[in-house]
Structures are given as structure tokens and as C-alpha cells.
């Protein structure tokens, strides 16, 4: 998939592509950090926190991991991770149906507003038609001022189920491809 705007190329990931992940996910949690928010991923770099490393290897070898480069240079600068349903560590009802479950995406914040998410979700729209499952779905965190839920909405999710996984305010949001 191409966005002739910036250029970005996506791929499918492995397992080679785990630091690069770790990497972005550090920096958003910095990212975050730096903008007063701490509720949402805490302060801890992902890389170390317990089963950290463990769970994004686990994302690149165990689910359908994707990987956004900018340019063609192949610098990683996104990843998505699709899976046929939610963590089973989240409190969240099974779709009842065949579904798509995006468990993962994020971009490097030094590429903020290039449409890299965007993109990274197109792609998973794409993936879920080409299964021939009709239902995408993905959770995400519902605090602060709604900002996430906000972005997911304008890239054609709607708001399903509200969840509280210990106090961390959730998200379901789904959207039809068929």
C-alpha cells in the first residue's frame, strides 16, 4: 500500500523487527509522558516492563504483524498487529462472530501527522476484507479527553463497548469492511 503524500510502504513483519517496535513503543510512552499523561501506558518504557520484550516478540511471531516504512528506506516508522480476536487478558465479550482485532498499532512520533496510523489501518481494513471477514475490531484506552477514541472514529470505527480492565478505562470500537 502506498499514500503518494509520504510515501508509506507497508509490509508484513517478523520477528527481526521486534527493537524497532520496542523503540517506538519507549518513545511513545515518553511521548505520552511528556503531555501529562501517565494513566494510559504508565512511566515505565515498555521495553522494561515484565513481559514487555516477551509480548511484542509474542506480537511478531505468534499473530499477523505489519510494518510501516516511510520513503522505502526501510526504517520501520509503524506496526500494527492483527489477530482473529481480543487479548484474552481484556475484559471484553467475543465479537460472536469471524473477526479481525487489531492488538497493536503505533508509529514513531518523530513521523506524527504523516497519516502513518492512518495508513497502518487502511491496511488492516484491507486484510480483514481479503479473509472475508466483515468485522474489524479494536480496543483502546478511553481516558483523558477522548483523543484516541477521537482518532479511531475518524478513521471509520464506531464506538461499541465501554470496559474497565482494573482502572484503565477501555474502549471497544468495530467497524464493518464487508
Known amino acids: ?14 520477528l ?3 527493537p524497532a517496535v520496542l523503540d517506538m513503543l519507549d518513545a511513545a510512552v515518553a511521548w505520552m509522558n511528556g503531555r501529562g499523561n501517565i494513566e494510559q501506558w504508565g512511566t515505565t518504557p515498555y521495553s522494561r516492563k515484565p513481559g514487555g520484550v516477551a509480548r511484542v516478540e509474542r506480537y511478531m511471531t505468534e499473530n499477523v504483524p505489519y510494518i ?3 520513503g522505502g528506506n526501510g526504517t520501520p516508522v509503524g506496526a500494527m498487529v492483527l489477530d482473529s480476536g481480543p487479548s484474552p487478558q ?3 465479550a467475543p465479537a460472536g462472530e ?8 503505533v508509529s514513531d512520533r518523530r513521523n506524527a501527522g504523516l497519516g502513518i496510523g492512518a495508513a497502518l489501518l487502511a491496511h488492516a481494513v484491507e486484510e480483514t476484507r481479503r479473509a472475508g471477514v466483515e ?21 471509520g470505527f464506531a464506538p461499541t463497548d465501554r470496559f474497565l480492565a482494573d482502572s ?10 464487508g
Open 68 to 70: 510501516a516504512e516511510l
Open 168 to 177: 484503565w478505562p477501555g474502549q471497544v470500537l468495530a467497524r464493518r469492511v
Open 135 to 155: 468485522l474489524l475490531r479494536v480496543d483502546c484506552w478511553a481516558g483523558g479527553g477522548g483523543e484516541l477514541v477521537a482518532f479511531y472514529e475518524r478513521n
Open 98 to 105: 469471524p473477526e479481525r482485532y487489531v492488538r497493536l498499532l
Open 16 to 18: 527481526a523487527d521486534a
Open 1 to 14: 500500500m502506498n499514500d503518494s503524500t509520504h510515501d508509506i510502504r507497508i509490509r508484513p513483519g517478523g
Open 90 to 92: 481484556m475484559p471484553i
